[in-house]
């Protein structure tokens, strides 16, 4: 091989080497694009657990009956606290635990990924309504957040004998039965909203669910994330090893 050659072949290695660190450098920038876009890759089993993970939803429901309240912490992060009004507690701690056990039937990812036609939907929403509503009603006297007489008794009996007031025992305590009404009374007035409230939280799931669009639209997600990862595993692996770099094939330098 004389020197001509020698440099021919030397200069051809060097455009083979730049050629490939071209290659990586593109690789790497299309990667970093990726991570930084708006809608970053994420991994198929995350993004489906996210969409089916309803947690969370029923853990807003259940704060929202229990009357809690949005604040902040000392570190800016949101928390639920008691309210410091019992005015704001509609519900009693039962009320609120059998009601969260009625919807956890419903608001679930079984009935996510069902496949319902719009008059099935009705039907279970209709029976739903009529028969969360007659529960509620019928046993309001446990759901409801109110004070009983007693505790009305026992809260106001030292400040009336501390204060001298001439008010028997029988007559307090008649006091505190009207007070008591007077309090479920006010709660009362919240039944027909908050049965409304909790029927379109179960109405929403069952749209949902509406001619298995949500198992549909999981395919869809599916599909996408698996013709992601197959262009990846395509660049990252055999991708590039079927078009490896050849200085004797043109095609093959870009």
Same mark, same amino acid.
């Given at each position: ?39 970053? @890759?994420?991994? $198929? ?13 029923? /853990? ?13 912490? $000392? /570190? ?9 009004? /019992? ?8 009320? =609120? ?14 009935? &996510? ?7 099935? =939907? ?24 109110? @004070?009983? @007489? ?7 009996? @030292? ?35 908050? =049965?409304?409230? &909790? ?24 599909? =996408? ?14 991708? &590039? ?14």
């Amino acid at each position: 091989m004389n020197e001509q050659d020698e440099k021919m072949m030397s200069y051809m290695n060097l455009m083979e080497k730049e050629l490939e660190g071209e290659k990586l450098r593109r690789l790497t920038a299309e990667n970093h694009n990726a991570q930084n876009s708006a809608f970053p @890759p994420l991994k $198929e089993q995350n993004l489906v657990e996210y969409q089916l993970d309803l947690k969370e939803e029923l /853990d807003r429901i259940y704060h929202l009956l229990s009357g809690h309240i949005l604040s902040r912490d $000392e /570190d800016g992060n949101e928390v639920w606290i008691e309210p410091d009004d /019992d005015r704001l507690k509609i519900f009693s701690d039962y009320g =609120v635990k059998q009601i969260m056990n009625i919807i956890s039937f419903y608001i679930n990812r079984n009935t &996510l990924l069902s496949n319902y036609d719009i008059e099935t =939907v009705i039907w279970k929403m209709r029976d739903f309504g009529i028969e969360l509503a007659d529960l509620i009603f019928n046993r309001y006297e446990v759901f409801f957040y109110y @004070p009983s @007489p007693e505790d009305l008794y026992e809260l106001y009996l @030292p400040i009336i004998q501390k204060r001298g007031l001439r008010i028997s025992d029988e007559e307090l305590y008649w006091k505190c039965e009207q007070w008591s009404k007077e309090e479920l009374q006010s709660k009362l007035r919240h039944y027909p909203m908050m =049965v409304q409230s &909790l029927i379109d939280a179960v109405h929403s799931t069952y749209l949902r669910a509406l001619r298995g669009q949500e198992r549909e639209s999981l395919r869809k997600i599916l599909h =996408v994330s698996q013709n992601t990862g197959g262009i990846g595993g395509d660049m990252g692996g055999q991708g &590039l090893d079927k078009r490896r770099f050849n200085v004797f094939k043109p095609g093959s330098w870009t």
